[in-house]
């Protein structure tokens, strides 16, 4: 089942729920394996109630598995409740996603303070089983380096608050590319007129080298005719004749004679 269906069928068992099986309900959904959204929970009326009771914790933990990371957790354990060893694997999965999202390079120093891991093995472990085979990023190991490089990330759920700022985001983003759109469709024109002018030139260059041609053969039919030449030669014979009819002029001599002798 994948994380789709998993929250889907959260959804439809808390809509019959409220207070303490609610909370369990959160409890089992925090944990769950491959379960790494949450906001459509959240967004739950009867989920939101939560907060007004005896049971906000379960909302706070709820909110803390859709917005936040294990350092989170640790500074207000006590807002949230002991977590279970599941729990408390999938908060360092979704911290490591959310790492991810900002920084390209991660350093292992890093990631151990984040992520309350003490060995490299360990954190290499998490890394690759949970967190690449998982989905939640792509990436490459550096073990001499010592860092993880990011290739790509799980985008985690939004707080409200911060949609705003997404949306500017967005907007900035989206100006951007058409900037970039409007410089490619003005270099395109560019290209197609220049392209245009080209072919106009080329065409103007053929019809002059055609009409040179239908010249030459004017005027060396008329130069075969005058000294009685057979007019059946292909075009290179005339050429050869212009050629031999214009340097003789050039040398002060009279034309010279064609005439095959038979």
Aim: glycine share 8%; hydrophobic share 40%; with cysteine.
């Amino acid at each position: 089942m994948n994380s789709n269906d998993k929250i889907e069928q959260y959804l439809l068992l808390a809509k019959g729920l409220r207070g303490l099986a609610l909370g369990d309900l959160i409890t089992k959904a925090t944990a769950e394996p491959g379960l790494f959204t949450f906001g459509e929970l959240l967004m739950l009326p009867q989920v939101q109630q939560l907060g007004d009771g005896e049971h906000a914790a379960a909302l706070s933990l709820l909110q803390l598995f859709a917005y936040g990371t294990l350092a989170d957790y640790q500074a207000s354990s006590s807002k949230y409740g002991s977590l279970s060893d599941p729990q408390k694997r999938k908060l360092q999965i979704l911290t490591v996603a959310s790492l991810a999202v900002s920084r390209r390079t991660l350093p292992y120093a890093d990631l151990q303070r984040e992520l309350g891991i003490d060995t490299v093995r360990q954190l290499e472990d998490l890394l690759i089983t949970d967190c690449i085979y998982g989905g939640v990023v792509r990436g490459r190991l550096d073990q001499r380096a010592r860092c993880f490089h990011v290739e790509d990330a799980m985008m985690r759920d939004v707080q409200p608050e911060n949609l705003n700022t997404i949306v500017l985001s967005l907007s900035d983003w989206l100006s951007n590319a058409r900037r970039v759109l409007n410089g490619i469709d003005a270099q395109l024109e560019t290209v197609v007129a220049s392209t245009a002018a080209i072919e106009k030139h080329r065409a103007a260059l053929d019809a002059a080298v055609e009409l040179g041609r239908v010249d030459m053969r004017s005027i060396i039919e008329n130069r075969a005719a005058q000294e009685g030449t057979a007019m059946a030669m292909d075009e290179g014979d005339m050429v050869s004749m212009l050629q031999g009819f214009t340097e003789g002029e050039g040398r002060g001599a009279g034309p010279r004679n064609t005439k095959r002798r038979r």
